[in-house]
């Protein structure tokens, strides 16, 4: 069973010192992944270029040729008042798209059995026609766009579980029923989206399933949710790819949110992931890396995920846990699953 991980060093050249989204998060995941021995028993490769095309099935026009342009830039700039780019951001953010889609198409043609994308900046606040909360590209979006394009795939389920509410994300596949989106998220917090009435439109009605979750929810909030309705969902919907949107800003020492979610709690969150995908689709799997911006807790969420899509029974937690203070997410359940007609 071949594990693929697909990063290098090329988007430490997208960096604003004093930024939260800086080169050092990437620089730690790489280091302890080696560290730990972990990159020896994986496949690795180096990103590539997304194909400008699967781009423009994303992203407008218009945007594309605003981040382009971006290149001939003296110097660091904010296109948003919380998203910044230098010269070199645009062609590494083609190059976090196509790393994502490598690591897809990797897993889809039997190359690896799983896979994990390693890249920045991250991209499921960006649009299609705007750049936001630290994202220029959707790379999920981009990946998802190439299965269904170019591999045929049917369906295909985005899991979610950065701190923040992926609302790019949720835009671009707002109208698309061969698309699930399920996101778990603090509320409130940046962007300000993400109502659990918010469920699609359309042919899209129903494939939206966002998860607001108040501060402190802790480990055993998320586990609630995850049986409750998370994997119920996505045991209906039956994905044929699933893509995961990793984010470790819900980790209770994350200087940006506060849900309380432990090291351990995360890998219990990626491994349930990982055994759905072996029932729903032969375990093709990509996890993707978002938000996060404690860099141990960052490093050390990544090697627990790389451990786990090698099969190891292990998980390391230096940090340990704090008990969440409002983890009964019984409600939200429930209106859940009367919303989307869950069992």
Not at 66 to 71: P, V
Not at 199 to 212: I, K, M, S
Request: proline letters at 7%.
């Amino acid at each position: 069973m071949t594990t693929l991980v697909v990063t290098d060093s090329q988007p430490d050249a997208h960096d604003l010192p004093g930024h939260p989204e800086h080169a050092g998060r990437l620089q730690a995941v790489r280091h302890r992944l080696a560290a730990d021995g972990l990159m020896e028993r994986v496949r690795s490769e180096t990103l590539r270029l997304a194909d400008p095309a699967l781009l423009s099935a994303v992203h407008t026009t218009q945007y594309l040729g605003q981040l382009q342009a971006t290149a001939r830039l003296p110097g660091p700039r904010l296109l948003e008042p919380d998203t910044y780019v230098t010269p070199r951001s645009y062609a590494i953010a083609c190059l976090a798209a196509g790393g994502t889609v490598r690591a897809t198409e990797a897993v889809l043609t039997g190359e690896a059995h799983n896979a994990a994308a390693l890249i920045r900046p991250p991209g499921h606040h960006a649009t299609r026609s705007r750049a936001m909360g630290f994202c220029l590209i959707n790379n999920v979006a981009v990946a998802a766009r190439y299965a269904r394009r170019d591999q045929g795939v049917e369906r295909v389920a985005i899991v979610d579980y950065d701190v923040h509410h992926g609302n790019g994300t949720q835009d671009i596949f707002y109208d698309d029923p061969s698309v699930l989106y399920v996101s778990t998220h603090q509320s409130p917090l940046y962007p300000g989206t993400g109502n659990m009435a918010e469920t699609g439109r359309g042919a899209g009605r129903g494939y939206t399933l966002n998860v607001p979750l108040p501060p402190g929810v802790g480990d055993d909030g998320f586990w609630q949710v995850f049986t409750g309705v998370v994997l119920p969902a996505l045991d209906r919907f039956r994905p044929e790819l699933v893509l995961v949107s990793v984010g470790f800003d819900a980790h209770w020492a994350d200087p940006l949110a506060n849900l309380a979610l432990s090291l351990t709690g995360y890998d219990r969150l990626a491994r349930c992931l990982i055994e759905g995908a072996e029932s729903w689709c032969a375990g093709r799997i990509v996890f993707v890396m978002e938000g996060g911006y404690d860099p141990e807790v960052l490093s050390c969420g990544w090697a627990n995920i790389t451990r786990a899509l090698l099969g190891d029974k292990d998980a390391a937690d230096p940090l340990g846990f704090v008990d969440g203070w409002s983890p009964d997410a019984g409600p939200i359940i429930e209106e859940l699953r009367q919303i989307h007609g869950l069992p």
